[in-house]
């Protein structure tokens, strides 16, 4: 009765299924998409892997594979090309810990520069560029609103890292007032 038990458990059960007793078309499927890894292009390489499964459309009796993506897919016995791993940057540094991080930092991104150029919009919300080229754009659902009437060069700016992309904008002349500003 036990060893009827134990057949029937092994039977079924989906831990006793190793790779020498998977269809050997999986085995062909397979091999056919390791031999896509040559392909550097994102879409080529997901046509091949599609074309890769023909062996198994074919058994399950489903529609074939289009001839474009059966096509790419080299040949058995071709040594599949590992493709060049590129160079990615690393990230940036951070010093702060996790305050900083949860935060922001609180050393200014800008601090004291003048500006070279400001303008407003329609809206009444403005655009200033600072003498270093970086423009800053004052975000819509700022409620404070700008009045400069003098040459941009006499408003010292400072800018610090607020919350997402937003920053917060200080003229040196206007104590108190915060301006909300996004890089562009």
Known sequence: MRKILLIVLMAVSPAFVTEGWAEPTRDDVMAGAERCNGIAENRL???????????MRGL???PPAPA???????????????????AVAP?????????????GSTRPVVSNM?????????DRTFTVTLQDGSVWQQTDSDSAFATWKKPPASYLVTINNSTGD????????????VYRVTKR
């Open 114 to 122: 003048p500006m070279a150029g400001y303008k407003f919009a329609r």
């Open 91 to 103: 990230p940036p540094e951070h010093s702060g810990g996790f305050f900083e991080a949860l935060l």
């Open 45 to 55: 390489w997901l046509d091949c892997f599609y074309g890769s499964a023909q062996p």
């Open 166 to 177: 937003s920053y917060a904008l200080k003229v040196k002349s206007q104590p108190g007032v």
């Open 68 to 86: 474009s993506q059966v096509k790419l897919v080299p040949p058995a016995g071709a040594v599949p090309v590992r493709p060049v791993a590129r």
């Open 60 to 62: 399950l009796g489903l």
